[in-house]
Every structure is written in C-alpha cells, then in structure tokens.
C-alpha cells in the first residue's frame, strides 16, 4: 500500500491520454451500456455507440459506471465491455468504471480492466455501507496503489451517502496514481477550495464535473472539462461550451450553457431516473442501445416526447 507523498511532490509515472494539458480531454460520456432484446450484453452496439460519441463532440469515454448500469452489470460483462469498447476507439481515452462498495471486487475490477487496455480507472466512493473518512481512505489508497494507471475519484454523496472530506481529498491527491476528481457533490465553493490548496501544494488535480447542469460553475473555479450524460445527445455543444470558456468567452459559454439546460432537466427531470431517458434519446436519434435492464423498470409514458422535444430545441 502507498503512504501519501510528501506535499509538493510529483506523482509516478502513469499511463495516460493526455489532450491539452487535461488528463482524458475536455469532453468525455458516461456512456449507456446497450443490450439486445434477451437483455444480454450488446457488444457490438457498445462499439457503435463509443465511435458515435467521439464523432459527435467527444474525447472519450467512460464505460460500466453507473450510467452504464454496473449494479447490474456482472465483472465478467464488465470487462468484456471495457475490451470491446477500447476496441473501437484506439486512440481516444477509455476510462473504466471498476468502483465498489467492496474493496476486495474493486481490486478485482482494477487488475482486469487494466489487462483489458484501460487508459484510466474511475473509483466511485463506496455506496450504501458509508464508510468512515478513514475507511474511505483505506479504500482508495488500495485500489489506487494496486494500478499505475491514472485515477479518478468519483465523489457523489447523494447516491453513495458519504462525502469525500477535503482534508482527505487533498491527502488521496498526494498518492502515486489519483490524478483528480468526478465531482458530483455539488457544491462549487468547496471545490474551488480544494484545487486551491491542492495548486498551492504542487498536487496534480483534474476536476471533471460529474453534474451536466453544474459543468459552467465548475470551470469557473478550475475544472478542466465534463464527464457527463447529456453528451450522448449533446456532446458537440458541451465541447463548444467548454472551448469558448477556455479561450475567454464567457458570454458564448453563458449561451450555449443556456441552451443546454432542457438537456439537462430531461436527463434528471421526474420522467424517469438516469439513464431511461438516455437510452430512450439514443434509440431515437438511431443510435440502438435497448432497454435498461431491470430493476430499471419500464419507459414511462411521456419520456419519447420530452426527448423529441429537447432534440427539436437543439436544431436536430
């Protein structure tokens, strides 16, 4: 196991995609997993699906996290799509979701994926059995110093119910391998605390939202880019939004940000919990990626015409 470095230290080498200076690119999907009409696993539709995406505004992808529906996915599944899908997009950045509220499956995960191509690792705070800040730190210094690909720590304490301290961000920051943060806690100000202390400290720290509606407020306090979900649908405008702010524009980010909002609230809006009305637009716009596997539930009434409605808005 790793100890923290010392502050002001650099990390090891580590295997990575870098685009601009930001570790994975700018803008990059949490993307849908397809299945076939039994329900089993669509591999070939992941590949069409991951080449769609980067041909449509998109650095890369993040495959079999939650958006991917890993809680229902098997490790085996898991990895096979992590494989196929790097298969498809040699060039691009494919990050693995391989996060568990078990230490021991997501060691497991780390390893395969990792024999399978990965270009990095995205580690969700373990859910449900909410651990302590210190058994949040045994976990992620595991994991982490079981790779010597690129990490993500992926904070979203209203789905795992544990926030990442940000005392204890800034130490995981300081391991060999965690090179940032999928930052779904909402809340911007701590946010712009902690890349200001880990900056002043010499640490190595990309921030990717991990909230659409929250990717413009998170650029302005030092985020380099998206890992998001309407991106699937809306990846070109995301990639314009960001590029306009990176260069200066804010009032062109402002806009394009404001277009976007129907996206946003059709992806997280009553109609049907993420990532329903993703495949939903997908298999709209022609893009085969099936039904949600249970305990998703069936479409909702109402969701195909909301998603005509948000593609209308886009000009599509």
């Keep these: ?43 070939d539709g992941a590949q069409m699906l991951a080449r769609y995406l980067v041909d449509n505004g998109n650095d890369g992808v993040v495959v079999a996290g939650t958006t991917g529906e890993s809680p229902a996915l098997s490790h085996a599944e898991q990895i096979d799509l992590i494989d196929a899908v790097k298969q498809a997009l040699p060039d691009n ?14 060691l497991d995960l780390t390893e395969r994926a ?76 701590e946010t712009a605390d902690v890349i200001r202390r880990a900056e002043a400290e010499g640490l190595e720290v990309h921030v990717y939202s991990g909230d659409d509606s929250m990717t413009l407020p998170l650029l302005a306090v030092g985020a380099v ?15 314009e939004m960001i590029a306009a702010y990176s260069k200066g ?30 495949k939903v637009m997908m298999n709209l716009l022609g893009v085969p990626v099936g039904r949600c596997r249970p305990p998703m539930g069936p479409i909702p009434a109402g969701v195909d015409e909301a998603a005509g409605v948000v593609l209308a808005g886009l000009d599509r």
């Design 114 to 189: 990792a024999a399978v191509g990965a270009d990095g690792l995205l580690h969700v705070t373990p859910y449900y059995n909410r651990p302590s800040q210190e058994g949040l730190r045994e976990h992620f210094t595991t994991v982490s110093s079981a790779t010597d690909l690129p990490v993500l720590l992926y904070d979203i304490p209203i789905r795992t119910g544990r926030k990442i301290g940000s005392d204890l961000l800034l130490d995981l920051l300081a391991l060999p391998t965690v090179v940032g943060i999928k930052d779904a806690a909402g809340d911007p100000s």
């Design 249 to 278: 524009d804010v009032a062109l980010a402002r806009q394009i940000n404001a277009r976007l909002i129907p996206s946003y609230d059709y992806e997280t809006g009553d109609l049907a919990p993420n990532p329903v009305p993703t």
């Design 225 to 239: 880019g998206v890992i998001g979900v309407a991106t699937h649908w809306a990846g070109a405008e995301m990639a």
């Design 1 to 43: 196991m790793f100890a923290a470095l010392p502050r002001g230290s650099t990390h090891g080498t580590i295997r990575a995609l870098r685009y601009g200076g930001r570790m994975f690119g700018a803008t990059l999907t949490a993307m849908v997993t397809p299945f076939k009409d039994d329900m089993s696993l669509d591999l």
């Design 93 to 106: 950045a494919v990050v693995a979701g391989v996060g568990s509220n078990n230490t021991a499956a997501a």
